[in-house]
């Protein structure tokens, strides 16, 4: 059995190589239909594209994806070709809380923001992640409405809520690019324009949820007071004066902690041995943090934002480098 696995997939190589006779790793980016062509399966992330131009004609039979999107996947092509595939929903949610709850730590330490029921937390999505930043929400004590444009409404709240109530908005829903509930720029200009209170604007679901020019204006008018971005239009190529202007913008890692990329790795590989009917490997478990890590007991000490914010500031140009070779971070101290 051969596996492509995409190389910047951390950890999963001893369990992938334990199930294969062959693994090629390569970026994936570079992954191309000659690679691909006598495989059995894929291991990906988001930067591979899985369609017809890549994956016709070849004796590839599954695909798993270690992310919680899949807006990479052609599903209609999967479906016409006969090829599984799998994401991994909710992996990472953990993650993507730490990094709100931080964000928030450091909106309230450098913007003087209350963090109790006098700021209200706009949530817009409620699928795994809005769960739990929801839950982060309410242990904060933060009073929070929650929308979640791709089902409908959730608690009766709508985006004109949001914009009329909302001291800060925290996007967490998947691209969709059409339908009556489709999300690209879901944030855009018109929004904006509506918005009531100068809240502040987070981003670690989709870059193209958040309309990324109109973002920008919206700041430069007044209308937004601040903004956390994670997700970007374009990337790499994000907007530099964007990047400039917002108190957080790091490069796409809000679900990157250690802990958040072991689910996917375990969740990807029982899927695989699933489909193929192989005996799973050993669980993955993430690494310890070394024991003279800096730990306070502070959320901010074993997690600050700011400094991922501040090496993606001083090299815009290093967006894939920092997301690709992104360094350990844990949900919590030591192992799971």
Not at 84 to 99: E, F, H, I, K
Not at 177 to 203: C, D, M, V, Y
Not at 229 to 257: C, F, M
Request: overall charge negative; glycine content about 6%; hydrophobic content about 40%.
């Amino acid at each position: 059995m051969k596996i492509v696995v995409d190389d910047k997939i951390p950890y999963i190589r001893d369990a992938v190589e334990a199930i294969a006779d062959e693994v090629v790793y390569k970026k994936g980016t570079n992954i191309s239909a000659e690679d691909v062509r006598d495989a059995d399966a894929l291991i990906v992330r988001t930067r591979t594209r899985c369609d017809r131009q890549l994956l016709e004609g070849s004796k590839v039979r599954m695909v798993a994806t270690a992310t919680i999107g899949y807006d990479h996947i052609d599903t209609a092509y999967m479906e016409e070709a006969g090829i599984s595939w799998v994401n991994c929903p909710g992996c990472n949610a953990g993650s993507v809380r730490q990094y709100v709850e931080s964000a928030l730590l450091v909106l309230s330490e450098h913007l003087s923001l209350p963090l109790d029921s006098r700021i209200t937390l706009g949530i817009v999505g409620c699928g795994h992640v809005g769960q739990k930043v929801r839950e982060m929400a309410q242990s904060m004590g933060l009073s929070i409405m929650v929308s979640d444009p791709p089902k409908g409404i959730a608690d009766g709240v709508t985006m004109a809520d949001m914009a009329e109530k909302a001291d800060i908005i925290s996007f967490h829903v998947p691209l969709t690019i059409t339908g009556e509930h489709a999300t690209w720029h879901l944030a855009n200009e018109k929004w904006f324009k509506s918005l009531k209170r100068q809240p502040i604007i987070i981003n670690t679901s989709r870059g193209e949820v958040v309309d990324n020019d109109a973002l920008l204006d919206a700041m430069q008018s007044g209308l937004v007071r601040q903004a956390v971005i994670d997700t970007w239009e374009h990337e790499p190529d994000i907007n530099r004066q964007l990047l400039d202007k917002v108190i957080i913008g790091t490069p796409h890692i809000a679900g990157y902690s250690a802990d958040g990329k072991v689910n996917a790795d375990n969740m990807v590989m029982e899927a695989i041995c699933n489909f193929f009917k192989l005996e799973l490997p050993p669980i993955i478990v993430p690494p310890s943090l070394p024991e003279d890590f800096a730990y306070d007991g502070t959320s901010l000490s074993l997690y600050n934002p700011l400094e991922d914010s501040q090496r993606l500031k001083l090299h815009p140009e290093d967006f894939e480098s920092l997301r690709g070779d992104y360094p350990l971070r844990r949900e919590v101290i030591g192992s799971k």
